[in-house]
């Protein structure tokens, strides 16, 4: 199932996430594992990104990190 498509919360869920990553010092990249056959491998591989950039601007302006705009492309 693509990222965006599993949890109902979708964005908060991967907000989350990102926190608990960050909590325990994380700081390296997130893998997309493409496993979604009801979409196509790009559509879900654009959801995947479009839902962690916006958890990611979601998680660092609820920080009042610089660099929460995060754009699309």
């Known amino acids: 199932m ?5 949890h109902p919360d979708g964005v908060a ?16 990249p997130l893998s997309i594992e493409n496993e979604d056959y009801a979409v196509s491998q790009c559509d879900s591989v654009t959801l ?5 950039n916006a958890a990611r ?4 302006a609820g920080r009042g990190a610089p ?4 754009t699309d492309g």
């Open 2 to 6: 693509a990222v965006g498509r599993g």
């Open 13 to 28: 869920f991967w907000c989350r996430f990102i926190e608990a990553l960050g909590a325990i010092g994380y700081d390296g």
């Open 48 to 52: 995947a990104a479009r839902t962690l």
């Open 57 to 60: 601007a979601a998680w660092l």
């Open 67 to 70: 660099g929460a705009a995060v």
